[in-house]
């Protein structure tokens, strides 16, 4: 079974596998298994903390590098320029496997280190620059603005002087005491402080300060025009110089501590012009100096990050490839005393030759003779579900294991959706016109694959791109319907001859009749429908019994699918007990109602000699009055009795799936009983003691974890089988009337879709093309654009998700839930692949 | 009615902080913590919990301070995702909850200045949630008069402050007096507050309420004996809204020594159990104190200090007290349709970084022996 040629149809066979693996080459090994990407390992240790296990060191070595790597990423991005990364496969690739696989993460590490080191002492010493350049600038503000206020205030202070000089005494005093070191011209009464403060805290600040001054100053403050900007964050702040007058050093005191605590700071300010001149001065020169030296920091900074920047990508990947590699050792059981790790996991059985060659590699890269063992080991664990897809059945397998995860070996839905979907979808989509523009979308999509995969498209785009190849076909079959439907855009092609014809209308009367000339119109619908009276009466009748019809045949074939499942996992009486009794109730009514609609079609009623019988109301009576049917609406002869027959069947069905499969498992379970067995269940198969047994008894390691996790069985308790098999029925005969008419919803789409895309049509492009002139093409020229936008927008995208979305609940609740159990997991093997696509 | 209607405006938050309150860490979590051997695994450990790599930049070593600086972070951030989604009167309600915080930030940083430490440093003790513009200048204050009119005059905690003006100027016994006062104002206005929320509210906040007030005010008794704290003003300090009073708390205001302490809890039977075992056990204060991420206790215990030698049955009572406490904030999940549960997060929450801060200090210090003494919450 192994070499059976992987299909789609049923998941992958997989095996348990066992690896013992050296300590010398469990790295390599795992990063070659790894590159291979179809290996799923078992957690091994599930009762170990994460933090007791075997490779924590290493883990936490790798973490540290991460963090470093993530740093220089971090400060790559803060940079104002962009700085070039080089791309990953662009980069020389840094080997870590092999016999110096050690030393290059050694040498890795102390280099990302080194690294470290040197951005931080250089954003350390930028931002210790950058805060003296800020207070240096914040100086020369706080300075040029207290200029302008003393000169002011020296123009006012002669005028005022004359008056002030003999009122009051402690002025004097105070001048005295001011006269014994500053002997300028200019002498001021009051003392002051002079600073910067953020400007948020602006107002608080004065309020704070009247408060605790009691109103005993003034303060004057200027805004300071550019913003400063922090280095390290990029945060902007804005800030005011203020400069306080008080009086007596108790207060200034006070002034002082406020400002430092509300963040502000202090400037030194002299009084004397001259000085201040001076320090102006030296503040513009120093100032000038400490640009430079910023300058080249910054200058050092952002070549050193270039040099970063080289590596970085190699580096990211590296450091999570090691990760993922230490992370999978942990799983590992590890056997100190032996030095070799047991490593246990899940790989699909074709693939088993793959992985011999891959540890075969793995123990050649690395230059030891020992290489890694690997055996298959029994099981009666449920193997984890695998599909091999491709890019293009990958989106159709999605779909289907968005509703669940199929069972190992069961049939697999997503097979047939490859076909049935864009099946149903183009029977509500059906117009070519339409149909083409999506076909369209989806080729281009796949011709610019290659380019498009690599782009960051976005969440919405990269949906639409994922699922390419089932636009593509939901394209193609929507042409296909567009023709049957003979729509495009809303109007009918005349490919062939009509079969009917038309009298030339004559005078006011604009209604004529239509004439049957014996053609018959080849494929699809006769173009002579379009715009007839009835035209729509036509359809819709036509639409509803198809949907009838595929929805019919689309669930039958979804019982059938029961049939190979029954048969794959030997549960042969589901067949007489599910599977039968299912598909005889589905087909003695609905099947009937299918065969009545198609034996209607055949009939030329115009000749019968009966009114056409209306279908649903014969359905609705075969139900309530069986026996009967009005001569007036008979169909066919013997009807009634054929009707009796078919019901009766359906009747007999119901008690039938109800009853039939639990008394079977309640005689097989007296069986046994009878044979004398109790509790453990007849479902084990007796264990092989052949030389896996002995092996593992050698080893005496590895054997007792599969043993020790082999406790998922329950037992299955009788009542369980019960009320399972009757909520089975009741979903069953329910879901049958209700599955069915819930296909009515390929008619009512499709109807939506037509009538829509038939009133774009009339509201838009049927009013401008019968212009003529210059205003005629200008008209048709906007009008031409609107339509198509709309065209596009509307009926393209809008009614296109519409119309998925309900071809996607006819798979998954119509279809799904007659034959699809759901029940499985799926495989997620260890690859590196899927790491770089997280990234 | 709260059924009907309380989803409209606070459903969406009380949903969100059901979902934080699944985040705490549960009692498996915190054995997988307790088996650590450095911060490092620590790290790790935590990692794999609702805190995720929360401590993932930093870089080694990791000092016990950044993990419960980070940890009040995340409960910082989660604090002001609801607060900003609020609206009256589940916002009042949460602004009343941090009034608690401004209490002590306020009397940190008049007490640290008496002590004459860094401004800086003292801002940066305060906690986060308890932050105000003016803060700042409470340093500058020197008397508490100055204190009322410079600063707290604008902020919310100005009418608890109203009583205590009338004390002459800061010295410690002073500062204890005035957050005890500020203390007894604040939960009295809360309980007002909830009471007239009504409905489920009320009465589960009344609950934990009141128990705070008690532990208030057997803190206070025991914390003053050897004081020069008169009796008279060890009565006004006591909250009225505890189910201590007020036969509890006059027996309280009169009491000289621990037993007539716990005469005085007699009447309650689950304060009983506190006392009961206190003194055969009589652990040894915790090293660290109680951790700075918060609550009332991170600012230093001026009056405990005093009574030193009551020390030993004081931590250990502290323990059963934050044990009861984490009772009652469990209790109030069970309810729905009220805002309890908001202020019961919160509380856990913090108790859960005093847990986490103290296992990662014993482990720091290699007191495993003392590891688990830790408070779970769940």
Known sequence: ?839 | MEALLFNVDSGFLEGIVRGYKAGLLTQNQYNNLTQCETIEDFRTQLSATDYGNFLANEPLPISTSTISDKATQVLVDQFNYLRSNAVEPLSKFLEYMTYAYMIDNVILIITGTLHGRNTNELLQRCHPLGVFDTMPALCVATNVEELYHTVLVETPLAPYFRDSVTAADLDDLNIEIIRNTLYKAYLEDFDAFCTSLGGPTAEIMHRILSFEADRRAINITINSFGTQLSKEQRAKLFPTIGRLFPEGNNALARADDIDQVRQACEAVAEYRAFFDASGTVGGGARPNGTGHGGGSESTANLLGDLGDDLGGGAADLEDRFFVHEVHLNKLAFLQQFQYAVFYSYIKLKEQEIRSLTWIAECIAQNARDRIHDYIPTF
């Open chain 1, 1 to 839: 079974m192994g070499d059976e040629y992987p299909t789609l149809f049923r998941s992958e066979q997989m095996s348990l596998v066992q690896l013992i693996v050296p300590t010398e080459v469990a790295h390599d090994t795992i990063a070659e298994l790894g590159e291979l990407g179809n290996v799923q390992f078992k957690d091994l240790n599930p009762n170990v903390n994460p933090f007791q296990r075997s490779f924590v060191g290493e883990i936490r070595r790798i973490d540290e590098m991460a963090r470093r790597v993530r740093f220089f990423a971090s400060q790559i991005e803060k940079e104002k320029e962009p700085i070039p990364i080089r791309p990953l496969y662009d980069s020389a690739p840094l080997v870590t496997v092999g016999p110096r696989a050690a030393q290059t993460i050694d040498e890795l590490d102390v280099k990302l280190a080194e690294h470290e080191a040197r951005l931080t002492q250089m954003n350390d010493s930028y931002q210790l620059l950058s805060e003296r350049l800020r207070e240096l600038v914040e100086a020369r503000h706080v300075l040029r603005e207290t200029a302008q206020f003393f000169e002011q205030a020296a123009v006012r202070e002669t005028e005022h002087r004359t008056s002030l000089d003999d009122s009051s005494a402690p002025l004097l005093q105070h001048d005295d005491r001011e006269q014994q070191y500053s002997t300028g011209e200019l002498q001021f009464d009051l003392e002051f402080v002079a600073g910067t403060i953020d400007r948020t805290r602006l107002s608080t600040f004065e309020r704070v300060l009247w408060r605790v001054l009691r109103g005993n100053l003034y303060m004057n403050y200027i805004d300071i025009q550019e913003p400063f900007v922090d280095p390290a964050t990029g945060a902007e702040t804005r800030k005011n110089v203020f400069i306080i007058f008080a009086h007596g050093d108790i207060l200034l005191g006070k002034i002082r501590k406020v400002a430092e605590s509300m963040g502000a700071t202090i400037y030194p300010i002299d009084v004397n012009a001259d000085k201040r001149a001076d320090s102006m001065r030296e503040v513009t020169t120093r100032l000038e100096d400490l640009q430079i030296v910023l300058y080249n920091t910054g200058a050092n900074r952002r070549a050193e990050l270039m040099t970063i920047g080289e590596n970085l990508a190699s580096w990211q990947d590296v450091v999570a490839k090691e990760k993922l590699i230490y992370e999978t050792l942990n799983l590992l059981n590890y056997d100190v005393r032996r030095k070799t790790l047991i490593a246990e996991g899940w790989c699909p059985t074709r693939d088993i030759p793959q992985i011999q060659l891959a540890l075969r590699h793995a123990t050649e890269e690395s230059g030891t003779n020992v290489p890694p063992i690997l055996h298959e080991l029994r099981t009666n664990r449920t193997p984890p579900t695998f599909h091999r897809t491709n890019k293009f059945t990958e989106g159709f397998q999605t779909i289907m294991d968005a509703y669940g995860v199929a069972s190992y070996q069961e049939v697999n839905p997503g097979l047939f959706a490859v076909i049935t979907f864009p099946f149903l979808f183009a029977v509500m989509f059906g117009d070519i016109g339409h149909g083409f523009i999506i076909f369209i979308a989806a080729a281009i999509m796949i011709l610019f694959e290659r380019k498009l995969a690599k782009a960051d498209l976005g969440e919405i785009f990269g949906t639409f791109f994922f699922g390419r190849y089932i636009i593509l076909l939901m394209g193609l079959f929507s042409i296909y319907t567009g023709f049957l439907y003979n729509d495009i855009f809303s109007k009918s092609l005349h490919l062939f001859h009509s079969g009917w014809s038309f009298a030339e209308p004559n005078g006011n009367d604009t209604s004529v009749v239509g004439i049957p000339n014996g053609h018959t119109y080849p494929f699809g619908i006769d173009p002579a429908w379009h715009g007839a009276e009835n035209a729509l009466l036509f359809t819709n009748s036509y639409k509803m019994k198809m949907s009838i019809v595929l929805g019919v045949i689309h669930m039958s074939f979804a019982v059938c699918l029961q049939v190979p499942n029954h048969i794959r996992f030997k549960r042969f009486s589901d067949i007489y007990t599910n599977f039968i009794p299912q598909m005889i109730f589905l087909q003695s009514i609905f099947g009937y109602l299918v065969v009545c609609i198609i034996y209607k079609w055949t009939i030329d009623w115009s000749k019968a000699s009966t009114q056409p019988p209306s279908l649903l109301n014969m359905l609705i009576g075969m139900v309530l009055s069986p026996g009967n049917v009005d001569p007036e609406s008979q169909l066919y002869p013997g009807q009634s009795t054929v009707q009796v027959i078919l019901l009766l069947l359906a009747g007999v069905c119901v008690p039938w799936l109800l009853i039939t499969k639990p008394y079977l498992q309640y005689q097989e379970m007296k069986k046994i009983q009878g044979q004398g067995y109790i509790g453990l269940g007849a479902e084990d198969v007796p264990r092989h003691t052949d030389d896996t047994t002995l092996e593992g008894e050698e080893e005496g390691n590895g054997r007792a974890i599969v043993e020790a996790n082999d406790d998922e069985h329950e037992e299955h308790d009788f009542s369980e089988v019960v009320v399972h098999q009757v909520i089975h029925t009741i979903e069953f005969c329910l879901g049958c009337v209700s599955h069915t008419a819930s296909y009515l919803r390929l008619w009512a789409l499709s109807l939506a879709h037509a009538q829509l895309s038939e009133v774009l049509w009339d509201m838009t492009l049927a009013n401008v093309l019968g212009m003529s002139g210059l205003v005629g093409i200008i008209a048709l020229v906007i009008v031409g654009v609107m339509w198509l936008a709309l065209t596009i927008s509307i009926l393209c995208v809008m009614e296109g998700l519409s119309a998925f979305l309900h071809a996607l609940r006819l798979h998954w609740v119509e279809a799904n839930s007659k034959h699809y159990e759901a029940g499985g997991y799926q495989f997620v093997p260890l690859s590196f692949a899927r790491v770089n696509e997280k990234q």
